[in-house]
Nanobody, 117 residues
């Protein structure tokens, strides 16, 4: 059974950095795309796609406000995806979810990021 476990969230001051990680276990299929989503308030509204990375390492940042500040990377040998978040702003506060596409889509448990002074 595939499970995605996230780590790395927490409280950081504006301008600071955090690195989120997501590790998949029980993987028996090829992992195609990997992504990070953001949800300001779980239970309200929808998750927003923050960053994606394909098998070739191509990246995209649909959430324009993170361009130049956030960087997604993957390690296929370890079945992990990471999100390096720099120059964090209060509006980055929320819950971040990792997602991996295999035979179907799998999600991490979500991790809270708080950007506050």
């Amino acid at each position: 059974q595939v499970q995605l476990v996230q780590s790395g969230g927490g409280l950081v001051q504006p301008g600071g950095s955090l690195r989120l990680s997501c590790a998949a276990s029980g993987v028996t299929d090829t992992i195609y795309g990997m992504a990070w989503y953001y949800h300001r308030t779980p239970g309200q509204g929808r998750r927003e796609l923050v960053a994606t990375i394909n098998r070739e390492g191509g990246t995209a940042y649909p959430r324009r406000s993170v361009e130049g500040r956030f960087y997604i990377s993957r390690d296929d040998a370890k079945n992990t995806v990471s999100l390096q978040m720099n120059s964090l702003k209060p509006e980055d506060t929320g819950v971040y979810y990792c997602q991996m596409s295999m035979d179907r889509s799998y999600w991490g448990q979500g991790i809270q990021v708080n950007v506050s002074s």
